[in-house]
C-alpha cells in the first residue's frame, strides 16, 4: 500500500485519468473528492462489498434450479 499525506487543496493522480483531492478536513473526518472517467465505477468500500456479496448470492445456483439455456426452446 502506498501512504501518502497530503493537505486540504491537494490532489494525487492515479494514472492519467483520475485526481484525488483532498476537499478539507475537519478533526477526524476527510473530505475526498475523485475526478474520473464516467466508464469507471467508485464506490465507497461498503458499498462495493454489498455489491460483490449480491452478485455472489445471484451467481450460486442450487442443485436443481439451474435455468435452462435461452436457445434451449
Known amino acids: 500500500m ?11 493522480m492515479i494514472g492519467d485519468d483520475i485526481e484525488v ?10 473530505r475526498i473528492g475523485i475526478q474520473a472517467p464516467r466508464d469507471i465505477p467508485v464506490f465507497r468500500k461498503e458499498v462495493y462489498l454489498e455489491i460483490q456479496q449480491e452478485k455472489d ?6 442443485p436443481g434450479t439451474a435455468a435452462a439455456p ?3 426452446a
Open 57 to 62: 448470492a445471484a451467481t450460486v445456483v442450487t
Open 2 to 12: 502506498l501512504v501518502l499525506t497530503r493537505k486540504s487543496n491537494q490532489s494525487i
Open 21 to 30: 483531492s483532498v476537499l478539507s478536513i475537519m478533526g477526524e473526518k476527510v
Open 70 to 72: 435461452a436457445d434451449a
